[in-house]
């Protein structure tokens, strides 16, 4: 059965002719006969019967449309319903970021949030993936900050939405004793044979370092694989290695003993999107916490 037969069936009853129901739901009388035989097949009882040149209901018919009737107001008190939720400003939404934009993001949000009025409440978590991994934390999350770098795959269409926060570089990292401390920019051959604190595989950093071992025909040197920022910041000031920072979420690490500088030569752009089902999107509390999150990703990369 489906509810657009259940209401045929009901509008049949209550308006007494075929045609009186066709002209009621805009549809031709030949397709209101033709669902009322699908819905018939469904049934050994009839449901209809002939008097006269009409059609009207049996008392088996008459029993399917009113608990028809009864499902079609339950149908749009979903609906409704449904429909409150989704215009609901001030709903509970749940997000989910790797560990170095919640530590650049998750403050700034929550005031900006806070600074509104009847905004909604957000539920904060980390989950810190390699890239491949992202799009499935949206059956978990209302949304989710994720990363990829510019010249990867993009993020798979069907049943997930992206957008874009901010387009980020990547720079070196090095002891402010380092010998290239003082350059304004660096190329792979002037890096490519120092020892290097990286991320695991399969992250950002790590995928910079390989463009950088390619373009300089040069196996890199990994001496560590950290994927916390501040640790590696660490590691670079005690000036053993070099590493990789992104330009705006690790603005949170000490950087007195430390120097960032730009690589030129290599694409080390990565980007920051937010991740959502679509379904997800149609809410109102969703959407304010992605504009929340443009406005502290626009001020932190200014």
Request: glycine share 6%; aromatic share 4%.
């Amino acid at each position: 059965m489906e509810l657009h037969q259940l209401q045929i069936l009901r509008e049949l009853g209550a308006l007494g002719s075929v045609t009186a129901v066709a002209e009621a739901l805009r549809v031709t009388p030949s397709a209101v006969s033709q669902q009322l035989a699908v819905l018939q097949r469904e049934f050994r009882t009839p449901l209809t019967q002939r008097q006269g040149r009409t059609l009207a209901l049996t008392a088996a018919g008459r029993v399917l449309a009113e608990a028809g009737a009864e499902a079609l107001d339950a149908m749009a008190a979903a609906r409704s319903a449904l429909d409150a939720f989704e215009q609901d400003s001030t709903g509970v939404v749940s997000v989910s970021g790797f560990h170095s934009a919640g530590q650049a993001l998750f403050g700034a949000l929550l005031r900006e949030l806070a600074a509104g009025d009847d905004g909604p409440s957000v539920e904060l978590t980390d989950e810190d993936v390699a890239q491949s991994e992202f799009p499935a934390l949206t059956a978990r999350y209302d949304l989710v900050l994720a990363h990829r770098m510019e010249h990867s795959e993009p993020w798979p269409a069907q049943g997930v939405r992206s957008l874009t926060l901010v387009r980020e570089p990547l720079d070196v990292a090095v002891a402010a004793s380092h010998p290239l401390a003082h350059r304004s920019s660096v190329s792979p051959a002037d890096i490519a044979g120092e020892r290097w604190v990286t991320s695991r595989i399969g992250y950002s950093p790590d995928d910079v370092l390989r463009a950088i071992a390619a373009v300089a025909h040069v196996a890199p040197r990994v001496q560590h694989r950290i994927n916390d920022y501040g640790a590696v910041a660490a590691a670079v000031a005690a000036g053993d290695v070099i590493g990789l920072l992104p330009r705006y979420t690790s603005r949170s690490v000490d950087d007195r003993e430390i120097v960032r500088i730009p690589l030129l030569g290599v694409s080390t752009h990565r980007l920051i999107d937010v991740l959502a089902r679509p379904e997800a999107l149609r809410r109102r509390s969703v959407r304010r916490v992605v504009d929340a999150l443009q406005t502290v990703m626009a001020r932190l990369s200014s």
